[in-house]
């Protein structure tokens, strides 16, 4: 398994002022998906001019922000069983999810903290 980026990503149920934060620290929208598996969740990935990036996620029902990694792999099978088998759990409230344009799952390390797992899957992959 390759690790093809590596990145702060923040679960928040106010993406807004998040976002605006990190705007004014020189980072731009790159791109959004909505509805993530047919659920009022939003992610908004951001970079800035040195080529850094920062993931912000709008789940509602969060009571306070939460951080995590986002980590994405050539090989999400790969990535899953890699961690899973050093005591990762999917996290709660999270699954799997398919959008056609990537494969992603937030799991939690035994001592609590987050890794996104994402795999981009490339328009000529589909």
Same mark, same amino acid.
């Given at each position: 398994?390759?690790?093809?980026?590596?990145?702060?990503?923040?679960?928040?149920?106010?993406?807004?002022? &998040?976002?605006?934060?990190? !705007?004014?620290?020189? +980072?731009?929208?790159?791109?959004?998906?909505?509805?993530?598996? /047919?659920?009022? %969740?939003?992610?908004?990935?951001m970079?800035?001019?040195?080529?850094?990036?920062?993931?912000?996620t709008?789940?509602?029902?969060?009571?306070?922000d939460?951080?995590?990694?986002?980590?994405? &792999?050539?090989?999400?099978? !790969?990535?899953?069983? +890699?961690?899973?088998?050093?005591?990762f759990?999917?996290?709660? /409230?999270?699954? %799997?999810?398919?959008?056609?344009?990537?494969?992603?799952?937030?799991?939690?390390?035994?001592?609590?903290?987050?890794i996104?797992?994402?795999?981009?899957?490339?328009?000529?992959?589909?």
């Open positions: 398994m390759k690790i093809t980026s590596f990145n702060p990503y923040i679960i928040t149920s106010a993406p807004d002022e &998040v976002i605006g934060l990190f !705007e004014a620290l020189g +980072f731009e929208r790159r791109h959004m998906k909505e509805n993530i598996n /047919g659920e009022d %969740i939003d992610c908004v990935r970079k800035d001019a040195n080529g850094y990036h920062v993931d912000v709008r789940v509602d029902r969060v009571p306070r939460l951080m995590a990694i986002r980590m994405n &792999v050539d090989d999400f099978d !790969e990535g899953y069983e +890699f961690l899973t088998s050093r005591g759990t999917v996290a709660p /409230g999270s699954q %799997i999810t398919d959008t056609g344009s990537s494969r992603a799952v937030i799991l939690l390390s035994p001592s609590g903290f987050g996104n797992l994402v795999k981009h899957i490339r328009k000529e992959d589909r």
